[in-house]
């Protein structure tokens, strides 16, 4: 079958936007295996971060997660957080982006993050024996690194300015989303 982005394709903004956002099962429909291991870290950090201005334009908590096989570059699953969107109170980008990529092993697989996971994405990406977890931004929260390098995961940071911007933007926007994404309603009454 013939892709739209193969070998001799270039990689663009539009070409990771479609990327982003066409849904995971159908992306061998959009780039083969030749295209994908073109793709650097920074390109699944700027996936990642196209996934959380997605959640900020549907009113959401602005974090994108993408995961990645080590070995093909193939990506595996995606997702960005939807706290607000389907009133999940664990549905962030990490949570999301796994559940897309189903009962698989996720030993041989990279977690790219747009942002420091909270405590239970951190247990979730230990628990669930991911390799590697890659954070685009410990400037606007940070902490569970160290956790997760403990647990045997490889963590690297690759700041991503435009996902930091996006995320300092919202917090300043909408302080108490932010607050009950990472402490639940209750952490609003107790302020």
Same mark, same amino acid.
């Given at each position: 079958?013939?892709?739209?982005?193969?070998r001799?394709?270039?990689?663009?903004?539009?070409?990771?936007?479609?990327?982003?956002?066409m849904?995971?099962?159908?992306?061998?429909?959009?780039?083969?295996?030749?295209?994908?291991?073109?793709?650097?870290?920074?390109?699944?950090?700027?996936?990642?971060?196209?996934?959380?201005?997605? +959640?900020?334009? &549907?009113?959401?908590?602005?974090?994108?997660? %993408?995961? $990645? @096989?080590?070995?093909?570059? #193939?990506?595996?699953g995606?997702?960005?957080?939807?706290?607000?969107?389907?009133?999940?109170?664990?549905?962030?980008?990490?949570?999301?982006?796994?559940?897309?990529?189903?009962?698989?092993?996720?030993?041989?697989?990279?977690i790219?993050?747009?942002?420091?996971?909270?405590?239970?994405?951190?247990?979730?990406?230990?628990?669930?024996?991911?390799?590697?977890?890659?954070v685009?931004?410990?400037t606007?929260? +940070?902490?569970? &690194?160290?956790?997760?390098?403990?647990?045997? %995961?490889? $963590? @690297?940071?690759?700041?991503? #300015?435009?996902?930091?911007?996006?995320?300092?933007?919202?917090?300043a926007?909408?302080?108490?989303?932010?607050?009950e994404?990472?402490?639940?309603?209750?952490?609003?009454?107790?302020?």
């Amino acid at each position: 079958m013939k892709t739209l982005l193969g070998r001799q394709s270039q990689k663009s903004e539009q070409a990771l936007r479609a990327i982003a956002h066409m849904p995971t099962k159908s992306l061998p429909v959009l780039m083969d295996s030749d295209f994908a291991r073109t793709l650097t870290d920074a390109d699944f950090m700027r996936i990642a971060v196209m996934l959380a201005q997605k +959640s900020y334009d &549907e009113g959401g908590c602005p974090i994108g997660a %993408v995961i $990645v @096989d080590k070995d093909t570059n #193939q990506i595996l699953g995606k997702g960005h957080n939807t706290l607000v969107q389907e009133g999940h109170p664990y549905n962030h980008g990490e949570t999301s982006a796994i559940r897309d990529a189903g009962r698989i092993d996720f030993s041989n697989t990279t977690i790219f993050s747009t942002l420091s996971p909270c405590d239970v994405c951190a247990t979730l990406i230990h628990m669930r024996g991911f390799h590697r977890a890659v954070v685009g931004d410990v400037t606007n929260a +940070s902490g569970t &690194e160290a956790l997760l390098r403990e647990k045997g %995961v490889q $963590v @690297d940071i690759l700041e991503d #300015q435009a996902g930091i911007d996006l995320y300092a933007r919202f917090r300043a926007e909408k302080p108490e989303q932010d607050l009950e994404d990472w402490r639940g309603l209750s952490a609003l009454k107790n302020r």
